[in-house]
């Protein structure tokens, strides 16, 4: 369409006869494009249906023609540059009108190159309808505005528009199935009990003799899964704040040059880790504390209910020290930037009055970097939150207990553990997967937006520069 | 000036600030020395018994299949690298449309929240998205390219797998891991790229708009072409999240021994480095002596790390080389 712009934007200013002898405005210009606007609109949204359902596909194959025609409307008014460019267009929309339908004379399959798989004609005709639609709306669109330079830049938002529109679209639909599959099973109760299957035999005397007695209890939920996910967050803060500030605060203030490049670095390979390779060092992490003093912090322990010691798998303070490294970059990159941005007349004027560096740092520099850090510990806090890959070779139900020296659990962990987990009771736990990750998405981004809109609120100081 | 009567431990106090932050800046350099070195060290174990040209080839079979222990990783890496091409063609055009949307073609209140929402939509942790495999499966894959309900007498052509009830009844594939992946990284690439475009040398835009252009040949001739370093490292950090991701494909692709039949088969479960490195390390506890299988886990975590710095380098140079060439 450059082509067409350099005749337009000439042809704004003079219109020389010999250039383009069609009207570009007028009653049925205005009608015809309009009416093609609302077919191509009718293409467009045909053909995202039948991308989803099969049996629509009635209205795709319908919708093709109906592009051909408006082609076909949009060529008769077209200037003489463009009218080439439409009539292919319009020929080839006739040509996957055809094939489309004489598809729908075959057999309802196409094969693909010998893939594993068949494909379904419906997807030529949707595709199309799509493509064709949106390409229909934005030419359209172009000759209602009357054809100017000012209607070409107009006339591109559908092809904008209409993917960005289908991305949000998706998302909804996703967060809605979680919503519709997820709400219902969320209840107070379950929230409020605690995951418990525990089998032990007590042994009772009964008229003089000892017997054993089978005790169960068995009871599905979410509650300690809930504090799990939670003492997670806060001890995963804990320790990622302090290491955080610090390579922030060194990043900006002190470090220069190899110093400097070596941090940068690693922080940004530590952020694009993968967390797969952070699971494997918390494995590798246990493996070498379970036989030093520190096992018992580390391995975690817990009595069962004979009052036996036993080692846990790993507890919450190995985990959140492996997490705190997922956590540390995100801290130390919005805290050099909080401090990047602290104005030159504090800093400078704060050192003229004879301020040692301590007290700038801690007087004025972190102060005003405060809401950065915030803003990044909850981000990181929800980071933490969903995290499985780094837990999932260690964590169990945590029916023991939920405190820093047991085994690790996580709302995100049961999502897991429901699918590819061994349970005695799958047939109760499994329905509550999606009610575990109703929470989950509450939770996280409940913990998201909030850490915006303080990013947002405090964006307020940087205007000022 | 009173500093110069100052003793110099005095002076060294004063200056605790650089100390402490120094000390703790330490910390994450060390841990990402102990993460690379714990790699390492972990994998030498089995380059050293079996040799890298075993470990590279495309054999692979785990104690659970055949009771052998072969462990080649390249039918994983391909996998790796398959459900990387795969969200990248799906993610990049959609993210390029929504940071088109938030800086080039504004409409209103509209754009200003697309980079809310998409701050919003990036707190969402992969397990959401390995929750809806089985669903996006079921809605779109299986209706599109099964053969549900096709009689026999119509029967594809020998070399396809044939399972009662229709083709591929199976609901993980490299596809559907690769549809949830995109819209898993979506929200990272589209902020970044936005900030790409609307970074993009000023002055040269503005030159545009002056000489008389519109604002689209604008866009696409002047605006995107300078701005396709910071596009290239946004496709990096995408592909960077695809390649480490573990639950997701844990879900959604399943396990594979081989490499796909033709090589792009993206309909069938593949193998893939994270959940092959997942089921050669789920069976052993922390306690577990060295084993073949342990070590095998370790190399695998290695190459997704090697992947990782190979992307990482390949987008800096890309990178170098676009702002070289485009930027004013």
């Not at chain 1, 996957?96 to 893939?115: H, Q, R, T």
């Not at chain 1, 107009?154 to 092809?159: C, E, N, R, T």
């Not at chain 1, 030093?292 to 069962?304: E, I, W």
């Not at chain 2, 990783?73 to 690298?81: C, K």
């Amino acid at each position: 369409m450059s082509r067409a712009s350099q005749t337009t934007t000439h042809s704004q200013f003079q219109r020389p006869s010999a250039v383009s002898q069609v009207r570009t405005s007028g009653r049925w210009i205005t009608y015809s494009s309009a009416v093609a606007f609302i077919l191509s609109t009718i293409a467009v949204a045909a053909g995202s249906v039948n991308l989803f359902f099969n049996e629509a596909e009635f209205l795709a194959l319908g919708s093709l023609p109906l592009v051909s025609f408006v082609f076909a409307v949009l060529a008769w008014r077209a200037d003489s540059s463009t009218r080439a460019g439409v009539l292919g267009l319009m020929l080839f929309s006739l040509l996957c009108a055809v094939v489309a339908i004489g598809l729908k004379a075959m057999p309802e399959y196409l094969f693909a190159w010998g893939l594993d798989a068949i494909a379904h004609r419906s997807l030529v005709s949707s595709v199309a309808a799509v493509g064709f639609g949106i390409a229909g709306m934005s030419l359209s669109l172009y000759q209602y505005m009357g054809a100017t330079a000012a209607a070409e830049d107009y006339s591109k938002y559908p092809i904008v528009v209409i993917p960005a529109l289908f991305a949000l679209g998706i998302y909804a639909l996703l967060i809605g199935y979680l919503l519709w599959q997820g709400l219902p099973g969320l209840s107070w109760e379950v929230i409020t009990t605690p995951y418990t299957w525990l089998a032990w035999e007590e042994m009772v005397y009964d008229k003089g003799w000892p017997i054993w007695v089978e005790h169960e209890i068995k009871q599905v939920g979410l509650l300690n899964h809930m504090r799990g996910t939670l003492l997670l967050m806060g001890l995963t803060s804990l320790f990622a704040i302090l290491p955080g500030i610090g390579a922030g605060v060194m990043l900006a203030e002190y470090a220069e040059g190899f110093m400097a490049s070596t941090l940068r670095h690693s922080i940004t390979i530590l952020r694009a880790m993968s967390v797969f390779i952070l699971g494997l060092t918390l494995v590798s992490v246990l493996n070498y504390a379970a036989g030093s003093p520190l096992a018992n912090v580390f391995m975690g322990f817990y009595y069962d209910t004979s009052g036996t010691f036993h080692h846990g798998h790993g507890s919450y303070v190995a985990a959140s020290l492996v997490l705190a490294l997922l956590v540390i970059p995100v801290i130390a990159r919005s805290t050099e930037e909080g401090c990047r941005s602290l104005p030159s007349e504090l800093r400078e004027g704060s050192l003229a009055l004879g301020a040692t560096e301590g007290h700038t740092l801690t007087r004025i520099i972190l102060p005003w970097t405060a809401p950065n850090i915030v803003t990044a510990v909850l981000l990181g806090c929800a980071e933490a939150a969903g995290s499985v890959a780094v837990i999932m070779f260690i964590a169990r139900v945590g029916q023991f207990g939920v405190h820093p020296l047991t085994d690790v659990t996580s709302l995100s962990f049961f999502i897991f553990d429901a699918r590819y987990g061994t349970h005695h009771i799958a047939d109760i736990v499994r329905p509550l997967q999606f009610s575990a990750g109703v929470l989950l998405l509450m939770l996280t981004m409940g913990l998201s937006a909030i850490a915006l809109a303080l990013r947002h609120h405090f964006a307020w100081r940087y205007r000022t520069r | 000036m009173e500093s110069q009567g100052l003793s110099t431990a005095r002076r060294v106090l004063r200056s605790w600030p650089r100390f402490v932050s120094g000390a703790l800046a330490l910390i994450p350099v060390a841990a990402f020395a102990f993460i690379v070195g714990n790699l390492v060290t972990e994998s030498y174990f089995i380059v050293a018994e079996k040799g890298l040209g075993h470990l590279l080839s495309t054999e692979y079979s785990s104690v659970y299949d055949t009771g052998r222990y072969i462990f080649g990783m390249l039918p994983a890496l391909w996998g790796t690298v398959l459900s990387v091409l795969v969200a990248m063609a799906i993610a990049a055009p959609l993210a390029l449309a929504l940071a088109l949307l938030s800086s080039e073609f504004p409409l209103g209140f509209i754009s200003r929240s697309v980079r809310w929402v998409l701050g919003v939509l990036s707190g969402i942790p992969p397990i959401i998205y390995a929750l809806m495999a089985i669903v996006v499966a079921q809605v779109f894959v299986q209706p599109k390219f099964c053969a549900w309900g096709i009689p026999e007498t119509e029967l594809p052509p020998e070399g396809m797998t044939w399972y009662e009830g229709g083709i591929l009844p199976h609901d993980q594939s490299t596809l559907v891991a690769g549809m949830l992946l995109a819209f898993l990284v979506l929200p990272f690439m589209a902020p970044m790229m936005d900030d790409a475009i609307r970074g993009a040398s000023r002055e040269l835009k503005e030159a545009s708009l002056a000489l008389g252009a519109t604002r689209w040949h604008t866009m696409s001739n002047v605006v995107l072409p300078a701005a396709l370093s910071g596009l290239t490292g946004a496709l990096a950090l995408g592909a960077l999240k695809v390649i480490g991701d573990v639950i997701v494909i844990a879900f959604a692709v399943g396990y594979a021994s081989g490499l796909p039949s033709p090589l792009l088969d993206i309909f069938e479960p593949t193998a893939s480095l994270t959940s092959v490195g997942a089921g050669l390390l789920a069976a052993f506890s922390p306690r577990a002596s060295v084993g073949f299988s342990r070590s095998a886990g370790y190399f695998t975590g290695l190459l997704v790390f090697v992947l990782a710095i190979v992307i990482l380098l390949l987008a800096g140079y890309l990178q170098r080389r676009l702002k070289a060439r485009y930027s004013a």
